[in-house]
């Protein structure tokens, strides 16, 4: 939960830098970041999610 936390934080941050990005290259750059940091949040959410046995 922590790990999470701190990644969404980070993800916040970042889309914030985003909207005062200069230039172009920049903003690609931040939105890659972005992106990364989206996919590592999701990932660790599955990880903590319930599993369900549909063997009973």
């Known amino acids: 939960m ?4 701190k990644l969404t ?3 916040a941050f970042t889309l914030l830098k ?6 172009r290259s920049e903003y690609i ?3 890659k970041e972005a992106n990364l940091l989206w996919h ?3 990932s660790q959410k599955s990880k903590n ?8």
Do not use: F
């Open 9 to 11: 934080y980070r993800y």
């Open 40 to 42: 590592q949040i999701v």
């Open 2 to 5: 922590v790990m999470t936390k």
């Open 29 to 31: 750059d931040l939105a």
């Open 18 to 23: 985003m909207k005062k990005a200069e230039g």
């Open 49 to 56: 999610a319930p599993r369900i046995d549909s063997r009973t």
